[in-house]
């Protein structure tokens, strides 16, 4: 890094000369090993939240019907095992109506995340990361979400339970709202890490960004990520990457089956993305299926599409450092156990251009 001025172009040996990339380097790529595919466990959902994408779309994946045999989902694990998946994530609509099947998939596989609203607590014994969906304070909550008093009875239900972390989605209406937020679960100790509204293909709700809502949630994020290191798990290049006017798919190319026909290697090979009755469909298929590519910001979309530009970044020390804090952030925000180091790149770079 001493000459990194004089030097224009670099080989990757000389990017990871650099000891404390090095060692992150060899500290995440330890997890290389890590193939994802969801499932939709559950079509049911105590909220109705505006702009959900479960319930939005064409895809219909809210009228497939729930298979709850548990040997049927076995089987699925079984089988999604064999054919290399070492990650799951259990998502639906709302996964805490099927905890029998939560804990058949984690018997399977073990490594795996649920996505949950986090008022119906999951049994210990299911150890995998829970991520629990934030819209902004009670208030906002309860507009959008219809539910009452969400932050503290979510907490009540994860008090002390390190599974936890809490997704806070920005939306245009909720921006300022994430310090009262992130204040409450840092005098909890609880860690919160962040999300971007990424707008439905048939939503022209108030809640889909603007040039603007992009720019101030940019600003808010930053002051909280460099006030309370300790509780938001995040980097600047995450913050970025989430806020840039053009989305991921822009930005990074989208490697999802569902953007990218490609079978040849990596998500396009691997990813399926299971509906409640077990069917799954390439043509729909990503994290978010019903979502605008124009508009995904979403930090489930961005964990896999960032994260597989690697080489995309290994070109200078500070584009790679950038990449690795976004990398490091992931596996912290989605893998138990996993702890977060210190940002290696504290200034916000512009992603490299697509070669
Ligand atoms: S919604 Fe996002 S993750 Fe899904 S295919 Fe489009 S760009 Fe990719």
Redesign the pocket.
Known sequence: MENAKDITEYKFSDIIASPSIKERFEKVRKYFFLRESTYDMSNRCNLRCEGCYYYAGETEKQFAEENLNPADWQQLMEAEKERGITFVVLAGAEPSYVPELCKTCYDTIPLGCIASNGLMPLAKEIDYRIHISVWGNDKTSLEIRKAKNMLVRQMENYQGDSRAIWVYTFTPVNIDQAREVTETLAANNHQITFNMF?APTDYNGHLRHTPQTLAHTRAVMSELLAEFPETVVFSPYNIVAHTHEQ???SLFS???P??NPSTAIGLGRSFRQYRTDLQWDRAAA????D???DD?R?Y??GS??VTARMYRHATTPQHFSAWLDYVDTYLAVWVKGYDKGENLCKEMIEPPEQS
């Open positions: 990424s989305g991921l798919h989208c490697s999802y569902r953007m990503c994290c978010v299926p979502t605008d590519c995904c979403h489930a979309a896999a599409v």
